[in-house]
């Protein structure tokens, strides 16, 4: 008996199925990959550990100090004003001498003169006001309750019609150096510390460290929460609180 050929309908229906089934096959295969992708890619994270910050801070207090004063005015002569400037410069001297400041403690900088000239909307016409001359005296001592003292007190210099332009000292640790190792050390113990709370609380436990990077140093006042990315050094007080920090990764177990 002869087989009647198939109708075009079934024959369009044969191969829609056919397409469904190749397409839900290359489908699962496709899952399977990228569940396996994915399933490592938790894996890679989960075996990078934890990374905790560390830190550690400890009170200092500066043992130096730079303290730089200018003496400043103008006179209609130039010659007037340097000679002005330098009786000026004399009368601060003769003040941190008898403060107690020795004379190899100082250090005198060039007189500097520049003129005031006249100016009409914006504009200058030429004309010479007056001339203004300067003269800066550093002074640099480990003295620091001394020179803040004498920081206090420069306002008697000033009621005496000396122009002293003060800026105040500065005050540093020396010892910053020898700090450093002692409170990075400190700030890894710190690190751990917080790893181990943090994976105990999971049932975990920390292993061997993965990595270490070293934040910049925070020379601040006490109790200051002032920082900086770059790392914060105040000079303005004597007494200072001087914190490190530290990025670890560790292992878990």
């Given at each position: 008996m002869s087989q009647l050929p198939e109708?075009?309908?079934i024959t369009i229906e044969r191969r829609k199925a056919v397409t469904v089934?190749?397409?839900?096959?290359?489908?699962?295969i496709a899952l399977g990959g990228g569940l396996t992708k994915v399933g490592s890619g938790f894996a890679a994270r989960s075996a990078n550990g934890i990374t905790v910050t560390g830190s550690a801070k400890v009170a200092a207090v500066a043992d130096n100090a730079v303290w730089t004063l200018s003496v400043a005015l103008s006179a209609p002569k130039v010659a007037d004003a340097v000679t002005r400037v330098g009786a000026g410069v004399?009368?601060?001297?003769?003040?941190?001498s008898?403060?107690?400041?020795?004379?190899?403690a100082l250090t005198l900088g060039p007189v500097s003169t520049y003129a005031n000239e006249e100016y009409l909307n914006g504009n200058s016409t030429g004309r010479i006001l007056s001339y203004r001359a300067s003269r800066d005296v550093t002074i640099r001592s480990t003295d620091v309750q001394l020179i803040s003292k004498l920081s206090q007190g420069i306002?008697?210099?000033?009621q005496s019609g000396v122009p002293v332009n003060n800026?105040?000292?500065?005050y540093y640790v020396s010892?910053?150096?020898?700090?450093?190792p002692q409170l990075l050390g400190e700030a890894m113990q710190d690190a751990k510390v917080r790893a181990e709370a943090l994976t105990?609380?999971?049932?975990?436990s920390v292993g061997a460290v993965m990595s270490v990077k070293s934040g910049p140093f925070q020379v601040t006042t006490p109790d200051s929460t002032m920082t900086s990315d770059m790392g914060a050094y105040d000079t303005s007080s004597i007494d200072k609180t001087i914190t490190s920090t530290v990025s670890v990764t560790f292992k878990t177990n």
């Open positions: 109708s075009p309908i089934i190749v397409a839900a096959v290359i489908l699962a004399d009368s601060l001297t003769k003040y941190l008898d403060g107690g400041i020795p004379a190899e306002g008697t210099l000033l800026y105040g000292p500065q010892t910053l150096a020898d700090l450093r105990k609380a999971v049932g975990g």
